[in-house]
């Protein structure tokens, strides 16, 4: 089985901890292949910036269709999923909705510590319709950039907002964050302990749920709104990407 682990920032040092991450994750046999996007932001942070990286992951997306088995999107907005699980003829899960998602199995209520301003994560699990679920939010004052440059400093930040998320009533804390991925495996393995909670890697929880659904087979829809688009005329894209919009 092969999996991308696509990337929706244009940092290749944050793809690679994905990439590094989702290796741990994997069972044998499963093959990851990283990919960074050829344009937008070095680490996305802004609703505009978002929509960039939309095109251009779905352009990188269209370069892997029909190579790869399943598809995880390395990057915490779950940006361009619905679009994603559209065009691509395999399963197509988000970091983050894989994280909540197995948050709902571990308890009854989940919180999200982040890198920068945690509000947008509040619109992202309303999304997926699990705002019931979430306990809290917490935001740490560090950069992607900086976090991949001094995870020590990163993971002392971490410890207090997760602690305070467990204060909160949060049964597993989710590490949002595709600059985190590996971070829950360090901060479980460093605490003599063990953490007072589970901590949910996206990309890892990602891969395992991707697995799954590769395994179980299931048929690409024909109706409904995740149908493949067919015959759409389009301009300006990219070959793989225009193919997939008509139907090829």
Do not use: W
């Given at each position: 089985m092969?999996i991308?682990?696509a990337?929706?920032?244009t940092s290749?040092?944050?793809t690679a901890r994905c990439?590094?991450?989702?290796?741990?994750?994997?069972?044998?046999?499963t093959?990851?292949?990283?990919?960074?996007?050829?344009?937008?932001?070095a680490?996305?942070s802004?609703?505009?910036?978002?929509?960039?990286a939309g095109?251009?992951?779905l352009?990188?997306?269209?370069?892997?269709?029909?190579q790869v088995?399943?598809?995880v999107?390395?990057?915490s907005?779950?940006?361009a999923?619905?679009?994603?699980?559209?065009?691509?003829?395999?399963?197509v899960?988000?970091?983050?909705?894989a994280?909540?998602?197995?948050?709902?199995t571990t308890?009854a209520?989940?919180?999200?510590v982040?890198?920068?301003?945690?509000?947008?994560?509040r619109?992202l699990?309303a999304?997926?319709?699990?705002?019931?679920?979430?306990?809290?939010?917490?935001?740490v004052?560090m950069t992607?950039?900086?976090?991949?440059a001094d995870p020590a400093?990163?993971?002392?930040?971490l410890?207090?907002?997760?602690?305070r998320l467990?204060?909160g009533?949060a049964d597993s804390?989710i590490?949002?964050?595709?600059?985190?991925?590996g971070?829950?495996?360090?901060?479980?393995a460093?605490?003599?302990q063990?953490?007072?909670v589970?901590?949910?890697?996206?990309?890892?929880?990602?891969?395992?749920l991707a697995?799954?659904l590769a395994?179980?087979?299931?048929?690409?829809p024909?109706?409904g709104?995740?149908?493949?688009p067919q015959?759409r005329?389009?301009?300006g894209?990219?070959?793989p990407?225009?193919?997939?919009?008509?139907?090829?």
């Amino acid at each position: 089985m092969r999996i991308l682990v696509a990337n929706a920032n244009t940092s290749a040092a944050i793809t690679a901890r994905c990439a590094e991450a989702a290796r741990a994750a994997a069972a044998p046999g499963t093959e990851i292949v990283p990919a960074t996007p050829r344009f937008g932001a070095a680490a996305i942070s802004t609703r505009a910036e978002n929509i960039v990286a939309g095109h251009a992951l779905l352009e990188l997306l269209a370069e892997h269709a029909g190579q790869v088995q399943a598809v995880v999107l390395a990057v915490s907005h779950d940006t361009a999923l619905e679009g994603a699980r559209q065009l691509m003829p395999c399963p197509v899960l988000g970091m983050t909705e894989a994280a909540c998602l197995v948050a709902c199995t571990t308890g009854a209520r989940f919180g999200l510590v982040t890198l920068g301003s945690a509000e947008t994560y509040r619109e992202l699990v309303a999304r997926h319709g699990l705002s019931g679920r979430l306990s809290g939010l917490e935001g740490v004052a560090m950069t992607p950039q900086q976090a991949v440059a001094d995870p020590a400093a990163a993971k002392a930040m971490l410890r207090g907002a997760i602690g305070r998320l467990v204060e909160g009533g949060a049964d597993s804390v989710i590490l949002g964050g595709a600059a985190l991925a590996g971070m829950a495996a360090e901060l479980s393995a460093e605490d003599p302990q063990g953490p007072p909670v589970p901590l949910l890697d996206g990309i890892a929880c990602g891969v395992k749920l991707a697995e799954a659904l590769a395994g179980l087979g299931l048929p690409r829809p024909r109706a409904g709104s995740m149908a493949p688009p067919q015959g759409r005329v389009t301009s300006g894209l990219s070959g793989p990407l225009a193919r997939l919009l008509a139907g090829g």
